[in-house]
């Protein structure tokens, strides 16, 4: 069964550096979506992708936050500057529609120091 | 008031036990409605997808929708404890935004 796949599982890195969040979506899938779980509270929305640009962003997603689609597999999510309250789970999800379920991959912990 | 309120548990229940989980929210404009698991340190996994009022059927799971008193529920039967997880639900318009909104997710412990 097809699945998005997320990479690394686990990122520590200091405050202050940048980090690069990496996904396969499921490869017919048209729109990429970056999700993050602080512990313990809910699934947060961050940003919506669709033909090679961003079409919908939360208030979380500021400037420090990119989104990039380099090749015709990848999707990343790069936080410029870390910050300690960036620690959190952050899924990628994928649909093959804008209206269609969205599927989540099993997602990255970054632990920001 | 937020959004979407559901209890986070946990809900502790012995196995074969009939779970009942649910969620209230405030936006009478949400039209489409899902349950998640979502086991430790994983993803969340699409169990439900209903759109509008009624009841669905999937398995050992049953999804509810009352709109008129917005509430959704999900109802497990025969409870295993490999259904020990979160369940998150989640919800969202029709129109403008396709972007869910969920809620904290309720945990669920099924003992043997």
């Known amino acids: 069964e097809p699945e998005v796949t997320q990479t690394p599982s686990h990122q520590v890195t200091q405050m202050g550096q940048e980090v690069i969040l990496r996904c396969v979506p499921i490869s017919n899938h048209l729109y990429f979506y970056w999700y993050r779980q602080i512990l313990g509270q809910k699934v947060e929305f961050l940003v919506s992708?669709?033909?090679?640009?961003?079409?919908?962003k939360s208030e979380i997603f500021d400037d420090q936050f990119s989104v990039e689609r380099p090749d015709g597999s990848n999707f990343t999510l790069k936080i410029r500057s870390t910050k300690l309250e960036d620690s959190a789970m952050y899924f990628c999800?994928?649909?093959?529609?804008?209206?269609?379920?969205?599927?989540f991959g099993a997602g990255t912990r970054l632990s920001v120091l | 008031q937020k959004e979407v309120e559901q209890d986070p548990g946990p809900l502790s229940v012995p196995e074969g036990a009939i779970v009942s989980l649910n969620c209230t929210y405030s936006?009478?404009?949400?039209?489409?409605f899902m349950w998640y698991r979502q086991y430790s340190r994983k993803g969340p996994e699409l169990l439900m997808y209903t759109y509008s009022s009624g009841n669905k059927e999937d398995g050992r799971f049953t999804a509810q929708v009352d709109k008129s008193s917005k509430y959704i529920s999900l109802f497990i039967r025969d409870s295993q404890p490999s259904d020990s997880a979160t369940y998150l639900c989640?919800?969202?318009?029709?129109?403008?935004?396709?972007?869910?909104?969920f809620g904290r997710g309720t945990s669920l412990i099924v003992h043997p």
């Open positions: 999800a994928s649909s093959e529609a804008g209206l269609d379920i969205q599927y």
């Open positions: 992708f669709y033909n090679n640009e961003i079409s919908e």
């Open positions: 936006n009478s404009a949400f039209q489409y």
């Open positions: 989640a919800m969202r318009k029709s129109g403008g935004s396709y972007i869910p909104t």
